[in-house]
């Protein structure tokens, strides 16, 4: 089994920048993709961004070029830099892990005030 951990949420003020971490642990055998996806309340869940074993970013379109995401693959960890946050990014968000099954982390909060 692979348990994922995030951090870095938190409050910030409109246009300033976040770094959200992921760690997955556990029963590790090959992860293959991992990525960020976030949920407002009221809204569905959407793709952030997701990075594969080989590099390849791809990011949602609420990213705008914003976001950056990167990879530490020896140490299974994931990382998000959010630059000029706006209050839309408003939510909670997600770390995924994908090996033959995916993997959620419970989730970090992210609240950007204007």
């Known amino acids: 089994q692979v348990q994922l951990v995030e951090s870095g949420g938190g409050l910030v003020q409109a246009g300033g920048s976040l770094r959200l971490s992921c760690a997955a642990s556990?029963?590790?055998?090959?992860?293959?993709?991992m990525g960020w996806y976030r949920q407002a309340p009221g809204k569905q869940r959407e793709l952030v961004a997701r990075?594969?074993?080989?590099?390849?970013?791809n990011y949602g379109d609420s990213a705008k070029g914003r976001f950056s995401i990167s990879r530490g693959t020896a140490k299974n960890t994931v990382y998000l830099q959010m630059n000029n946050l706006k209050p839309e990014d408003t939510a909670v968000y997600y770390c995924?892990?994908?090996?033959?099954?995916?993997?959620w982390g419970p989730g970090t909060q992210v609240t950007v005030s204007s």
């Open positions: 990075i594969t074993s080989g590099g390849s970013p």
């Open positions: 995924k892990a994908e090996e033959i099954t995916s993997y």
């Open positions: 556990g029963n590790i055998f090959k992860i293959n993709a």
